[in-house]
């Protein structure tokens, strides 16, 4: 097979988003759900002799920034700006002592405390849920950050000019309008589950807050650079392993319609394609994810019951983008050999490729115990078998 490229990076992105066929697969690695932790980074760097110091891109997963010469060397098609955080907010990671050990902690704008003991420093969990003894009447009282704070975005548009103007690839947002899970945060996952089953009225009025911050935060970041990004990374997980999380009658009376007046509030503005995360075996949201307006899905995990990636495409590939889904993450790519890695990504090829629809990334996050030649097997094997004709 001739290997040539033919289109820049972003129109090779644009053209798979628009149900187009490309003249490859385009690759995205080093967004928030398409990162690579920082012991797999400063593994697979010192693997390829790249000099380059590990710097955090995401404190709660631990992610690194992927340098240029690394996202060069795995022909990554895309490239990521985030906003910040508010100036008001004091954040950043404080070491303590808790429960006999020393503790890495991050308390965000929401007033959640995310914790990363010192003897498993590998990514953090939520140990301080602010809401989880809350009532209705005391959410109006609660200091919510403030979305539309224009100290969050200061630079941003600078930014997204210089990778518009200055380079060929797709630019993406990093991960915003988390309506639902950021309620779950707040309460606890807990007592949220119990809420949903017992106490509705508390679960409208706590989405409906989260749904202002983030349509309050989209008003100005679109202002901002709705004219500039190609991609708008969104999401919330709705699924585990074996199916949902929640009964899918409950998302549908209580949490589409905040999401779907969400994403119509962006692609009122923007004509940038809207990406929906959700983790776990989704298949019976995906009809509502398109519902709702968004174009494409991510992780796409396909070690899930039901995901199996020929049915996902013949059932939904007209309708909606995959994005991920390159291997299967869970088992063949930190267990297995690079061989099976490239096994697994060729027929994940051969199923997702067909007609363009279709963005490379693995699922998920490459997580830190992951060998550097099995990583490399993964993104040089989708270069190698993903181009069309």
Partial sequence: MTRRETLTPRERVLKALNHETPDRVPID???????????????????????????????????????????????????????????????????????????????????????????????????LHPLAQATIKDLPGYPWPKGDDPTRFAGLRDRALALRRDTPYAVVSGISGVVYETCWYLRG??????????????????????????????RVFLDEVGDLVDVIMIGDDLAGQNGPLFSPALYRRL????????????????????????????????????????????????????????????????????????????????????DEVAADVRRNLEAFMPGGGYVFNNVHNIQGEVPPENVLALFDTAWEFGFYG
């Fill in 29 to 127: 690695l080093g967004g928030n759900q398409t990162g690579i932790h920082r012991n797999a980074y400063r593994n697979l760097i010192a693997h390829l002799g790249i000099q380059d110091e590990v710097r955090l891109m995401d404190a709660v997963q631990q992610l690194a920034q992927p340098c240029e010469a690394l996202l060069t060397r795995l022909h990554v098609d895309t490239r990521y700006i985030a906003a910040g955080a508010a100036s008001s907010w004091k954040g950043g990671i404080v070491e303590t002592q808790r429960d006999g050990k020393r503790w890495a902690d991050l308390t965000d704008e929401f007033g959640v405390r995310w914790s990363m003991p010192e003897d498993a420093p590998y990514y953090m969990d939520i140990t």
């Fill in 189 to 218: 996952l807990e007592q949220w589950f119990c809420d949903l089953m017992t106490n509705t009225e508390f679960c409208a009025a706590l989405l409906d807050q989260t749904l202002r911050f983030w349509l309050d935060w989209f």
């Fill in 255 to 338: 949490v589409k319609p905040r999401q779907k007046q969400l994403v119509h509030s962006i692609r009122s503005r923007t004509n940038a394609k809207i990406w929906y995360h959700t983790c776990g075996a989704c298949t019976e949201f995906i009809p509502d994810i398109i519902d709702n307006g968004a174009h494409i899905l991510n992780p796409v995990q396909i070690s899930a019951r039901g995901m199996n990636p020929a049915d996902l495409k013949r059932r939904f590939g007209d309708r909606i983008v995959f994005w991920g889904g390159g291997v299967d993450a869970q088992r063949i790519l930190p267990r297995g050999t690079p």
